[in-house]
């Protein structure tokens, strides 16, 4: 097996691996009543159906891309869409900066360690976010359409 199907493969599993997480951890949801062990239980769930979708739009580009081509040097089809997508993009990594600015804020003034490390959490992820997206309008911004 060549190593495109491979990969291909590979993908198709851990998809399958992100949903059945999804139902265990649904399930799991169900039957908890702690308030922070759900919150916990709900980003588990939320992170695996965004990687579910991660891979799953991961697999439908590399089934319309030749094997030769890498992922970044997709062709868009739309001349549109590059534009759309920059706009939205700017405005979700404001809105994610002010996010972080108030979170930070809020753990300033909570003594409450529980609340802390939970919001501290959701700073690193905006951190982690505005990054990723960083890299993302400096990737997809090099292709032509």
Same mark, same amino acid.
């Given at each position: 097996?060549?190593?495109? &199907?491979?990969? @291909?493969?590979?993908?198709?599993?851990?998809?399958?691996?992100?949903?059945?997480?999804?139902?265990?951890?649904?399930?799991?949801?169900?039957?908890?009543?702690?308030?922070?062990?759900?919150?916990?239980?709900?980003?588990?769930?939320?992170?695996?159906?965004?990687?579910?979708?991660?891979?799953?739009? @991961?697999?439908?580009?590399?089934?319309?891309?030749? *094997?030769?081509?890498?992922?970044? %040097?997709?062709? +868009?089809?739309?001349?549109?869409? *590059?534009?759309?997508?920059?706009?939205?993009?700017?405005?979700?990594?404001?809105? &994610?900066?002010?996010?972080?600015?108030?979170?930070?804020?809020?753990?300033?003034?909570?003594?409450? &360690?529980?609340? %802390?490390?939970?919001?501290?959490? @959701?700073?690193?992820?905006?951190? %982690?976010?505005? %990054? +990723?997206?960083?890299?993302?309008?400096?990737?997809?911004?090099? +292709?032509? *359409?």
């Amino acid at each position: 097996m060549e190593q495109r &199907e491979k990969l @291909i493969q590979l993908l198709k599993q851990q998809i399958k691996i992100e949903k059945t997480h999804v139902d265990r951890i649904t399930e799991m949801e169900k039957r908890v009543g702690n308030a922070a062990a759900k919150l916990l239980l709900l980003e588990m769930r939320l992170d695996s159906q965004k990687h579910e979708g991660i891979l799953t739009g @991961i697999l439908k580009t590399l089934k319309g891309i030749s *094997p030769s081509q890498a992922l970044w %040097k997709h062709k +868009i089809e739309s001349y549109v869409d *590059p534009f759309v997508v920059k706009r939205e993009l700017e405005t979700h990594v404001k809105m &994610e900066t002010d996010v972080l600015a108030h979170v930070e804020e809020e753990m300033k003034h909570t003594k409450d &360690e529980g609340l %802390k490390l939970l919001l501290q959490h @959701i700073a690193d992820d905006e951190r %982690k976010h505005h %990054k +990723i997206l960083e890299t993302i309008v400096k990737n997809v911004y090099k +292709i032509n *359409p």
